[in-house]
Structure formats: structure tokens, C-alpha cells
């Protein structure tokens, strides 16, 4: 522990504050932290959190998400501007025009999106439950948003619906290519390819297991193999050492690195803890309305 992490350990304790931090979050931030996840067991943990004040080492649409599950309490982000740039990617009026076309819609909405498209949508699902949702709605026609390679890799899962997509996906994920991808499997040609669904189609059919943050996590860690290819954001590669430091983890070249994820530093940490100040707030029709696919999400996910 530096004296950053030892100073956030007390205050935290002094302030009974939880940390929350996501598998991209820095190294030295998930080392401090409470409860390291993916979206869907922080989602989870935040809702049954029992804390004064929940600080979320995430990006807004993670922090807003936990203040929709816990109005009455204090929520705050170490940096107000992480953001995830998938969240706003759904145009004005789309999901309107989809439910005027199809009677028994459901719009299913990636967690990965804001507060305003998730009181339109009908349930929320993370990228480790999407497909076991979707399979177990009643309805027959599926608007997936806003990420197109999650709604596609749904679709391809569950080939009893139609499963129609947004047009919308994440800057990080999508920028990994099958060239890259198949390069970096030259040099390591019996390591397995762990992928996160949100990259590529191109990227997902060149490999051998696509899940969650979470989901990759546990496949390397009981795997025999020793050597993998991780198709993700590189801040995985934290806990994939912590849990099998004795095998190896190679990435596409560039790493992929989320830079709002990353704006959760310590220093970032130990100043909102210091001033309690980047305080989420969500408007509050918008918050119950939200509140409801979100709570449906834990209700079919269990
Ligand atoms: P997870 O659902 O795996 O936590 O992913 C969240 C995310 O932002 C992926 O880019
Ligand atoms: Fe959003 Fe992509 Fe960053 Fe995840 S990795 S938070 S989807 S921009």
C-alpha cells in the first residue's frame, strides 16, 4: 500500500464509504477497492450496499446506474467526465419509431447507455446476461441499444427472435481488427482468443470463447492453458495476473485502453473522497423510470 491507498483506506472507513471499481479501472485503484466487478455484479452490489456513500471507479452510465438503484444515497464518480461514448449512441426519436412499427416490441437496452435511453427501454441486460434475457422474454420482436456487436452476437444466439440492432458501439472494442487480431495469433498460435462481445464480428468469429469482462476473467483462470489472447480493455490484465501469475497474457497491438476509464486515478480517489463533492445525480422521473428495466434486469438475470 503507497500512502495514497492507505489515506483513501481511512477516510473510507472514517466516512463509511464503499469504492466500487470496475475491471478497467487502474491497477492501483482496483487494489483499494471494495468490490472489483463488471458492470453486472457491481450493478448488483450497489443495490444491496449498505454503505453512507458509494464512490464508482467506472464511467457516468456505471454511476448513475448505482444511484438509480439507490436514490437516497450518495453517490460520486473520482472524475465527473468518464464517460462512455457508446451510452448516447441511439438518434433522437429512433426508439419511438421502432415501436410504432412493431406491436409486441421490447427494447432491450445494454447497460452501457444512459439514464434517458434506459427509462425508454423496457429491461436492461450487461453483456453477461444479454443473451439468457433476451431467450426469456415473451416477446417475438427485439430492438437491441445501443451497441450493434452485443445486439448482432444476441441475435446470432438467439436465432428463434428477431433481434434488430442500433447502429451504435464502443470506440475501444470496435477498433480492434481481424488483421491485428490475426497477427498477434501468429505469434502465439496455441493461445486461446477470450473476446469481449462488444468488438467486431470479424473479431469474434477468429475466436475461441466471447464473454464479459467477468466471463474472460474465469475462463483463463481455470484453464489449463497457460498463454491467452485478450480481446478486451487491458485493464482485465490486473486480476488476470492477480489470479494466474504464472501465465501469460498477450493483447492485439495497440492494447486496447479505455482513457475514461482510466481518468479514475488515485489522486482523482482521494480527492472526491477528501471533498465528497462529483456527486451523481439523476433527475428523478427519469431516475423511477429508469429504476424499472434496471430492477427487471436483477429480477430475470437471477
Ligand atoms: P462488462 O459488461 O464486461 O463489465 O463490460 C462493460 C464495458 O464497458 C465493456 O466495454
Ligand atoms: Fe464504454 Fe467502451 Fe469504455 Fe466500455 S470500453 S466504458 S463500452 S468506451
Same mark, same amino acid.
Given at each position: 500500500?503507497?500512502?495514497?491507498?492507505?489515506?483513501?483506506?481511512?477516510?473510507?472507513?472514517?466516512?463509511?464509504?464503499?469504492?466500487?471499481? &470496475?475491471?478497467?479501472?487502474? !491497477?492501483?485503484?482496483?487494489?483499494?477497492?471494495?468490490?472489483?466487478?463488471?458492470?453486472?455484479?457491481?450493478?448488483?452490489? !450497489?443495490?444491496?450496499?449498505?454503505?453512507?456513500?458509494?464512490?464508482?471507479?467506472?464511467?457516468?452510465?456505471?454511476?448513475?446506474?448505482?444511484?438509480?438503484l439507490?436514490?437516497?444515497?450518495?453517490?460520486?464518480?473520482?472524475?465527473?467526465? !468518464?464517460?462512455?461514448?457508446?451510452?448516447?449512441?441511439?438518434? $433522437?426519436?429512433?426508439?419511438?419509431?421502432? /415501436?410504432? /412499427?412493431?406491436?409486441?416490441?421490447?427494447?432491450? +437496452?445494454?447497460?452501457?447507455?444512459?439514464a434517458?435511453?434506459?427509462?425508454?427501454?423496457?429491461?436492461?441486460?450487461?453483456?453477461?446476461?444479454?443473451?439468457?434475457?433476451? /431467450?426469456?422474454?415473451?416477446?417475438?420482436?427485439?430492438?437491441?441499444?445501443?451497441?450493434?456487436n452485443?445486439g448482432?452476437?444476441?441475435?446470432?444466439?438467439? $436465432?428463434?427472435?428477431?433481434?434488430?440492432?442500433?447502429?451504435? +458501439?464502443?470506440?475501444?472494442?470496435?477498433?480492434? %481488427?481481424?488483421?491485428?487480431?490475426?497477427?498477434?495469433?501468429?505469434? &502465439?498460435?496455441?493461445?486461446?482468443?477470450?473476446? &469481449?462481445?462488444?468488438?467486431?464480428?470479424?473479431?469474434?468469429?477468429?475466436?475461441?470463447?466471447?464473454?464479459?469482462? !467477468?466471463?474472460?476473467?474465469?475462463?483463463?483462470?481455470?484453464?489449463?492453458?497457460?498463454?491467452?489472447?485478450?480481446? %478486451?480493455?487491458?485493464?482485465?490484465?490486473?486480476?488476470?495476473?492477480?489470479?494466474?501469475?504464472?501465465?501469460?497474457?498477450?493483447?492485439?497491438?495497440?492494447?486496447?485502453?479505455?482513457?475514461?476509464?482510466?481518468?479514475?486515478?488515485l489522486?482523482?480517489?482521494?480527492?472526491?473522497?477528501?471533498?465528497?463533492?462529483?456527486?451523481?445525480?439523476?433527475?428523478?422521473?427519469?431516475?423511477?423510470?429508469?429504476?424499472?428495466? *434496471?430492477?427487471r434486469? *436483477?429480477?430475470?438475470?437471477?
Open positions: 500500500m503507497n500512502n495514497k491507498q492507505t489515506e483513501i483506506q481511512k477516510l473510507k472507513k472514517e466516512k463509511n464509504a464503499v469504492i466500487m471499481a &470496475h475491471y478497467y479501472a487502474p !491497477a492501483e485503484v482496483q487494489e483499494v477497492a471494495d468490490f472489483v466487478g463488471d458492470s453486472f455484479y457491481l450493478a448488483k452490489a !450497489a443495490k444491496k450496499s449498505t454503505a453512507d456513500i458509494i464512490v464508482f471507479c467506472g464511467v457516468s452510465f456505471m454511476g448513475e446506474s448505482a444511484k438509480i439507490n436514490p437516497d444515497k450518495k453517490v460520486l464518480m473520482p472524475d465527473l467526465k !468518464a464517460d462512455c461514448p457508446m451510452a448516447h449512441m441511439v438518434a $433522437p426519436g429512433k426508439i419511438e419509431e421502432m /415501436r410504432s /412499427r412493431f406491436d409486441d416490441l421490447a427494447v432491450v +437496452c445494454y447497460i452501457n447507455s444512459t434517458e435511453l434506459k427509462a425508454q427501454s423496457d429491461v436492461c441486460v450487461t453483456s453477461s446476461n444479454a443473451v439468457s434475457i433476451v /431467450r426469456a422474454l415473451p416477446n417475438q420482436n427485439i430492438f437491441f441499444i445501443p451497441d450493434r452485443l448482432r452476437f444476441v441475435a446470432e444466439q438467439v $436465432p428463434e427472435k428477431k433481434v434488430m440492432v442500433n447502429d451504435g +458501439c464502443c470506440p475501444i472494442h470496435a477498433a480492434v %481488427t481481424a488483421q491485428q487480431l490475426q497477427k498477434i495469433k501468429t505469434e &502465439h498460435p496455441d493461445a486461446p482468443v477470450l473476446t &469481449h462481445p462488444e468488438c467486431e464480428p470479424e473479431v469474434l468469429a477468429l475466436s475461441d470463447f466471447i464473454g464479459s469482462t !467477468a466471463d474472460i476473467i474465469r475462463y483463463a483462470a481455470n484453464s489449463p492453458e497457460k498463454e491467452f489472447i485478450i480481446c %478486451t480493455e487491458d485493464g482485465v490484465d490486473y486480476k488476470l495476473r492477480t489470479d494466474s501469475p504464472h501465465k501469460q497474457f498477450f493483447y492485439p497491438d495497440p492494447r486496447p485502453c479505455c482513457v475514461d476509464m482510466k481518468l479514475n486515478t489522486d482523482s480517489l482521494l480527492r472526491v473522497l477528501q471533498k465528497e463533492d462529483n456527486e451523481v445525480t439523476v433527475d428523478e422521473k427519469k431516475s423511477i423510470d429508469a429504476s424499472e428495466p *434496471l430492477d434486469m *436483477l429480477e430475470l438475470a437471477r
